[in-house]
DNA sequence: TTTCTATTGTGAATGAGTCTCAATAATATA
DNA sequence: TATATTATTGAGACTCATTCACAATAGAAA
């Protein structure tokens, strides 16, 4: 089924509607892979001619994150970002505290053990937050923090 | 040298003064092994009798970060959380979602991928968050929930 | 169409954390 | 010990992301 079409299949089958906004915000989340926060959504929307208020932007994420179509993410700085799930295969990220850029990683032999340490303890694994913080090559100059800094 | 005399000097030494209120959020912090947050520190102070306004605990909780006496966490909830580092070693937690035990692990093979990835991007690793959130045996009855909520 | 009710926009509220500023107290100095 | 200097404190205003209440609106079913 294509990708829209199950988007508004799963809005039917849960009993919610189907309206321009959701589409609107699923389709400006969906445009990029970046990891941008609410208000950039809001914004870009907003750039775009699409007014759609803030308390929908926050209601209509917390329906996709729900029906897994975005992921909330928490780099410690006070505000969430989001990704889109398009590519359904787990990854963890890379941040670079010198330009801020954001790499992602998967490593299945960290992902053995983190279930192993859960097993140790007696414990069932839902869920893991894993984030490396680091300083690309090139600090402290670095071309990707000129070019997103003009 | 004793403890709380390489607090007062620290202080002394970085040009800060030595208050009874610092000295009282140190103690307080020290005084479990525990992750508790800002205003549960507060209110114990106030509980003891020794009120110290919110905005002297949050400034104390910075200088004792600074310093390299506690550690700052944030397990998603939308507040930090502080651990004292009496015992100067790393380690990361595991977060029961059933019952709300933190339990704190270490594992070395962990530690030394996460250095590799970094490599393999060409980065210098400077700290990591890495939290696995899961349920407990006892899920969904446990004795460790029954006992914190009475 | 009409009806039903989920969704929206607005603006107020929340809550953790920060900031300002006048009063206070820790330390240095005489 | 008295005085001067200035870091620290307390109070409360403020910020900022996010949530909430509620009246108006608009999907969807009949
Ligand atoms: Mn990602
Ligand atoms: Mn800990
Ligand atoms: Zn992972
Ligand atoms: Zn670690």
Not at 34 to 40: L, N, S
Not at 49 to 70: E, M, N, P, Q, W
Request: hydrophobic share 35%.
């Amino acid at each position: 089924m294509d990708e829209n079409q199950e988007f508004i299949s799963i809005l039917r089958a849960e009993g919610l509607r189907y309206t321009w906004q959701r589409q609107a915000i699923w389709d400006e989340i969906k445009s990029t892979d970046e990891h941008r926060d609410a208000d950039d959504i809001y914004l870009s929307l907003k750039q775009a001619g699409k007014t759609i208020s803030r308390a929908t932007v926050y209601r209509t994420i917390d329906v996709l994150v729900k029906y897994g179509f975005i992921r909330k993410l928490e780099f410690g700085e006070g505000r969430m970002r989001l990704e889109h799930k398009l590519d359904p295969a787990h990854h963890d990220h890379l941040v670079c505290e010198n330009c801020g850029r954001i790499i992602e990683f998967v490593d299945d032999r960290i992902e053995d053990l983190q279930t192993a340490v859960c097993q140790q303890h007696g414990f069932q694994l839902t869920r893991h937050v894993h984030q490396l913080f680091a300083r690309c090559q090139a600090y402290p100059d670095c071309e990707y923090y000129q070019s997103q800094h003009r």
